[in-house]
């Protein structure tokens, strides 16, 4: 099956640094790549995705990037703000047939220090 | 717009209790889905069930059952619960249709603690 690695599992950055988080899947056939936020208490919320028909995606201060040979996404967040604080995780997903579900990395821990 | 609601939201039980964790969408998704995090091991998946009607075993099947009752809900159930189970549960769907992957949507979890 999928295996999904992420790192770092905990990342410290300045408020209005650039945080970037980085996974790598093992599965060649996978072509969804979403990224989670989850607040304590919360469940995971999807911030941005990505299909494996593009290389970047960009959503204001959040970007993804894929490079498909190398099976890695990473995840940008530029200008972090304190709200930024939470739990991110990976995830990727084959198309159709099989396990339906997303295969999760362990998560990266951000906190933004002020 | 409540999307995904899950109950109970906790949850204390002995070894060797039975229970029945809920989920419902308002969504009008086909596919829902239960996963289970533990620290550092981030979500695994339970079961998942595609439609109303069918139901799949995930990573981490061993010890649970699951019912899709209708295509609102889809429960989760411990028969003798052990303390491996304990975890936070999600529950999670999906629509399906119009050609591109959609996202899942997970609800607040529900943390079960066995004693």
């Known amino acids: 099956g999928e295996n999904v690695e992420q790192h770092p599992s905990t990342l410290s950055v300045q408020e209005g640094d650039s945080a970037v988080i980085k996974c790598t899947y093992s599965d060649s056939a996978s072509n969804y790549f979403p990224w989670y936020k989850q607040e304590l208490g919360k469940g995971p919320q999807l911030i941005i995705d990505i299909r494996s028909n593009v290389g970047e995606k960009k959503d204001q201060r959040i970007a993804v990037t894929l490079n498909k040979t190398a099976k890695h996404f990473s995840l940008h967040i530029t200008e972090t703000q304190p709200e930024d604080s939470a739990v991110y995780f990976c995830a990727a997903s084959m198309p159709g047939g099989g396990a339906d579900g997303l295969t999760f990395g362990k998560g990266t821990h951000l906190i933004i220090q002020p | 717009n409540a999307g995904v609601t899950q109950t109970p939201k906790f949850q204390v039980l002995k070894t060797g209790q039975s229970m029945t964790l809920q989920c419902a969408q308002d969504m009008n998704h086909n596919s829902m889905y239960w996963y289970r995090q533990d620290p550092g091991m981030g979500l695994r998946l339970i079961y998942y069930?595609?439609?109303?009607?069918?139901?799949d075993k995930g990573e981490v099947p061993n010890g649970y059952n699951v019912s899709r009752l209708n295509k609102r809900e889809f429960s989760l159930r411990l028969e003798s619960a052990a303390p491996s189970q304990t975890s936070v549960y999600f529950c999670?769907?999906?629509?399906?249709?119009?050609?591109?992957?959609?996202?899942?949507?997970f609800g607040d979890g529900t943390r079960l603690s066995i004693l």
């Open positions: 999670a769907s999906r629509g399906t249709g119009g050609g591109l992957r959609q996202p899942q949507h």
């Open positions: 069930s595609a439609s109303e009607g069918t139901t």
